[in-house]
């Protein structure tokens, strides 16, 4: 079945990187995405990469694919208090399916 | 401003009401979905529409009827209300169903308290 881990929490200081680590277990996954959720908000779509590539680079984002282990890391460079909320991994495993959520990594940057 | 609007942001209701919440997208985008997020953060799919008809109908208690008038508006109807519907659910768009088009922008959820 599809199933989607993150670690629950991270604590960092800011100006330090942050690492969020993700893992799944559908191969079939097709686009991985990571979206932030700060306090009461909604969702926003921070960046995806699809399954073919190994990583992707947005200004402070960097995100690493490993499809062999099946593990997904965001990167998070020079973190800023500004950061601090839920970030979720979520993956979709074809054309016309919704995405499969992990449980989401709340981040604590203390400055 | 493009976006995926819903209304009401929060919601304070009695057991047993029923109860919509409205979600618009002007975005163009074919396909939109409902997701239920519970009280541990937890986001699950239930819904969703391409083209107005429903094409993902995940194990959602009948309670629940979503519709969708065309395809900017999906709404989620919901009968006879229970504590246990006490969540924030989202509405999510996104261009199409396949390929790069199929990424999801969310709406700013509705937060629906049942007492």
């Known amino acids: 079945g599809e199933d989607v881990e993150q670690s629950l929490f991270l604590s960092v200081r800011e100006g330090d990187s942050s690492v969020i680590n993700c893992t799944y277990t559908d191969s079939s996954s097709t686009y991985l995405y990571w979206y932030k959720q700060e306090p009461g908000a909604g969702l926003q779509l921070l960046t995806y990469i699809f399954s073919n590539m190994d990583m992707k680079q947005d200004q402070r984002l960097t995100v690493l694919l490993n499809k062999k282990d099946k593990h997904l890391s965001l990167r998070i460079a020079d973190t800023q208090t500004g950061d601090s909320a839920i970030y979720f991994c979520a993956e979709t495993i074809g054309a016309g399916t919704a995405l499969i959520f992990g449980k989401g990594t709340t981040l604590s940057v203390s400055s | 401003d493009t976006a995926v609007s819903q209304t009401p942001k929060y919601l304070v209701t009695q057991m047993g009401n029923d109860k919509s919440i409205k979600c618009e997208q002007n975005?163009?985008?074919?396909?939109m979905y409902w997701y239920k997020q519970d009280s541990k953060k937890f986001l699950k799919i239930m819904f969703s529409y391409n083209n107005k008809e429903l094409i993902i109908n995940e194990t959602v208690p009948n309670r629940f009827s979503p519709k969708s008038p065309d395809k900017a508006h999906l709404n989620l109807h919901i009968n006879s209300l229970e504590l246990g519907d006490s969540a924030v659910y989202f509405c999510?768009?996104?261009?199409?169903?396949?390929?790069?088009?199929?990424?999801?922008?969310f709406g700013p959820g509705t937060r629906l308290l049942v007492l």
């Open positions: 999510a768009s996104s261009q199409s169903l396949a390929g790069d088009k199929e990424t999801q922008y």
């Open positions: 975005l163009g985008h074919d396909t």
